[in-house]
């Protein structure tokens, strides 16, 4: 079933601040905190020894059936974290090609940073900033 839930990006405290997270709302992890080092090599974009352990991806629920997801995004990775571009819409389609229809009609006018691909974790996944300047990602897992 589609839904939407909110992506948050932090300097190097999403660890902590998804265990307070965790501990407000009375959540629990969903899955596995997966860590930069987890990634698969990837030559062109080699993995900095200082950022291995930081958090690539982590998920809980909150309030129902909402999920709050995060993950630490180091400067020397090229991410700089400022009030307003550290919140993403993270948006799950039902289908590859609810995905590609939502991607490309709400890319029109923006900045693409992800196109829509096949990743490593198992999902169909692309990002971008809208013509408004508000950050999606489209990630479409089949089940």
């Not at 030559?43 to 352990?53: D, F, I, L, R, Y």
């Not at 819409?89 to 096949?118: C, H, V, Y």
Request: charged residues 25%.
């Amino acid at each position: 079933m589609a839904d939407i839930s909110t992506f948050l990006n932090f300097k190097d405290c999403t660890e902590e601040a998804f265990n307070f997270y965790k501990s407000v709302f009375n959540g629990e992890f969903i899955g596995d905190i997966m860590r930069y080092g987890d990634a698969p090599p990837n030559e062109s974009h080699p993995t900095p020894a200082q950022v291995k352990n930081m958090v690539m991806h982590a998920a809980i629920k909150i309030l129902g059936n909402y999920v709050l997801h995060g993950a630490d995004s180091p400067e020397i990775m090229g991410f700089k974290i400022t009030f307003g571009n550290n919140i993403t819409m993270n948006i799950n389609p039902d289908s590859r090609e609810e995905s590609k229809r939502i991607f490309n009609e709400l890319s029109k006018g923006g900045e693409i940073r992800t196109p829509l691909e096949d990743t490593f974790w198992g999902a169909y996944y692309g990002d971008f900033t809208d013509k408004f300047g508000v950050k999606w990602m489209i990630n479409y897992e089949q089940k």
